[in-house]
DNA sequence: GCATTAACAGCCG
DNA sequence: CGGCTGTTAATGC
């Protein structure tokens, strides 16, 4: 069995600029920030390392500071599902934290990511005492549930060209992955993973996204052009190749 | 037909 | 040098 070292050894206390990166403290008075930074721990994964695992008891409500990690599942037959990427300034697990029940899913780091993490009890401290807090909990969860919907469709797509471009959108969520710049860092191997295509098939669709002017395809990742032509590549392209004018009324 | 695997050269950090 | 990118050829559903 794999161990989940890396986020139980080496954690430490986190820096003024890695808790900039946290978008829930600005919302927090400071009583409840002061508690919250108290606890705050963060920790090095490498590729392939575990954050946490099904079954295992919830320890930690977890964010990504830097890198890139994949939230999947194995089913009986031993079949990886990936259900998403989680980018910097994503935070998850929410849902397991709050019924202290043991985690549902595994969250791996895709590349070298750097993970924070508050400890469960803390969280329903915050709960318990912090509007702004549930506030940016509900929020969350709401902004999650879109995202589960627009997987669904994506699920559903057969042209790879729009799933490569949905899947990409899902990432470039400013509110749930405030920590996205205007360039999203991913190689097109793990994008390929999180789509569930082949690295030359992302390639092609990449090219295609960047013909089309969405975005522009960098070394290591990409820069975002136009965010919601990819949301909606067809039909964007439809009203940007022949624009037409309905007449109302005279 | 279309996507996948395999393999390659070239480029980047 | 190791990893990433862009491309082609062979293979499979």
């Known amino acids: 069995m794999v161990p989940d070292t890396s986020l139980h050894q080496r954690r430490r206390p986190l820096t003024a600029a890695e808790l900039d990166t946290i978008p829930w403290l600005h919302l927090l008075v400071p009583a409840e920030r002061e508690r919250a930074q108290d606890d705050l721990k963060i920790a090095d994964a ?138 999203l860092r991913i190689t097109q191997q793990e994008l390929a993973y999180l789509v569930g295509l082949s690295r030359q098939r992302v390639n092609e669709a990449l090219t295609a996204l960047a013909k089309q002017g969405s975005i522009r395809v960098e070394y290591g990742g990409l820069r975002v052009l136009n965010l919601q032509a990819l949301r909606f590549p067809i039909f964007f392209n439809k009203l940007t190749d022949s624009p037409r004018k309905i007449a109302l009324g005279s």
Not at 107 to 120: D, E, F
Not at 140 to 156: P, S
Not at 173 to 181: Q, S
Request: glycine share 12%; charged share 20%.
């Open 46 to 183: 490498g590729p392939g390392d575990y954050v946490c695992r099904i079954g295992r008891p919830v320890t930690y409500w977890f964010g990504v500071v830097d890198g890139l990690l994949k939230m999947s599942s194995d089913n009986a037959e031993g079949v990886t599902i990936t259900f998403m990427g989680v980018p910097p300034g994503g935070w998850f697990g929410e849902g397991t934290a709050l019924k202290r029940e043991p985690y549902r899913y595994n969250i791996q780091a895709l590349r070298k990511s750097r993970v924070a993490g508050l400890h469960v009890d803390t969280f329903h401290w915050l709960l318990d005492h912090s509007i702004g807090f549930n506030r940016f909990v509900m929020n969350q969860l709401n902004e999650r549930l879109g995202q589960f919907i627009a997987g669904r469709e994506i699920d559903r797509m057969t042209n790879p060209d729009i799933r490569v471009a949905r899947s990409l959108a899902a990432l470039l969520n400013p509110v749930l992955y405030p920590g996205v710049g205007e360039v």
